[in-house]
């Protein structure tokens, strides 16, 4: 079974954002980018997929700038066998990254597709379920758990009130929730393998999809800032405050 | 003048709390267009949940899919539902709750129609311009659609709850479309609690990574019953094991907005407090001085919560 994985290019997680003075967006010049940390899990789950026999050759997949190789490259050094960079500038919606997906998946023909749960930058949790959406397919988002058998995929699902596993017929779509796996590091050797592993490059025109967004942003701003309080010396000084002052308790 | 249609979030016999948000972000964008709000209850022997629906202030109609393929609100069945229930009547605008059952479900639907979908909206400007928070609510992004269909999900915390007594709507059934045979349901394991729902209570008590163990949640559970509280945690919490999935409070978990959040042995990484800050007071319990946690806290206690924590309990 081949496995698609689409991986994306953000801001890292820890570094701290700047929104743009003229509200255009956040700024990402000069700024650490990484692999979505969601993307690394699935990159993970695929890669030991393979190493339980159960998947015979991961292609990795990124929509986006050219810097995108540098992903894409990660997940190589991480196991991945070959990747896809769909070259696009700006902002790339789900919708249209599920589109572009959906083209390289009837072309690749994997049986499963893994992708991290929500991207850190637009925070949009879509892509895994429009992709499921537009091949009709199932969807097993959020996933804690992937047990993958013969034409069939048991996805543990962590939701609001618990975990919950539903079975879902291959080919399917699963989106990676944070504990599905501890993704590993590149070991040096990796790295420098994953240099000479085949990296293609297309563009969203010769898969036939179109990727103008279809949402304005019309600004960017900054949250309402909230200021540190203040420290108190005890217990019963804090018990006070939240009576009196506070009126919470 | 299109209306409005909300997927509601239910357990069968009663509605989600998610869904009276939903219905308050639908008011407001009726109230502007002119168009009315309907429920859409899709389920298994679910007539008691359309009737709490029904009673909803705000909603004109409500229309029950009873099919067994609904019973767990598998998007592979549900989403050909909702399409179909937009097309037929016309709807101009899709509404859940950023549940885990709205955000399976609803970017399944935006994509059948076609449509972008916004996740998470924290405010409604107007019927087709909405702020949504991004990079963890370190930004908020205004954004506008020009989609015949916009398909939106709620931010729990940024809207009122719709009073849930006070409406007459009609209860309307509408035939199911079965199951797609894409998926299906094993088992559920919910996690059991007499305390009140972590996105619903007015007092929230979390722990991190510095309660060390599972074992010592329960210096935290006496806290919080003794305030009627729920009990969080935080990622490392989770991640550690000591609690389960569905108690961490942050940019991926829970958004919760209480009266009173109390944060034990908790650091406070950006992706944290993306979840809390907009709680109207923090606490923030910490031997660590330096924590970032009391960056945001209205009242910071630096000291060991080995004895904090019980000597608050004892206070209260």
Redesign the interface.
Known sequence: MKVLVPVKRVVDYNVKIRVKADGSGVETANVKMSMNPFDEIAVEEAVRLKEAGKATEIVVVSVGPAQAQETLRTALAMGADRAILVQAEGTTEPLAVAKVLKALVEKEAPGLVILGKQAIDDDCNQTGQMLAALLGWGQGTFASKLVAGDGKAAVTREIDGGLETVELTLPAVVTADLRLNEPRYASLPNIMKAKKKPLETVTPDALGVDVTPRLKTLKVTEPPQRQAGIKVPDVATLVDKLKTEARVI | MANILVIADHDGTSLKPATLNAVTAASKIASGIGGDVHILVAGKGAQAAAEAASKVAGVAKVLLADDAAYE?Q???DV?PLVVSTVKGGGYGHVLAGA???G??????????L???????ITAVQSAD?FER???????????????AVKVVTVRTTAFETAAAEGGSASVEQVAGAGAA???????????KSERPEL?AAR?VVSGGRGMQSGENFPLLEALADK?GAAVGAS?AA??AGFV???YQVG??G?IVAP??YIAVGISGA??HLAGM?DS????AINKD?EAPI??????????DLFK?VP??QQ??
């Open positions: 767990h598998l998007p592979e989403a549940t885990s059952v955000k399976n479900l609803l970017p399944r639907v935006a994509a059948l076609d449509v972008a979908a916004i996740s998470d311009t928070p991004i990079y963890a609510g370190n930004a908020i992004a205004t954004v506008q659609s020009s989609d045979g894409l998926s299906s349901f094993v088992s559920a394991e919910l996690t996105t007092v305030l990622r989770v991640d389960p999935n569905d940019q991926t829970k009266e009173l950006i992706q800050k109207k007071v923090i606490v001085e009391f960056q945001v806290a209205d009242y910071g206690l630096v000291a904090a000597e608050l206070a209260l």
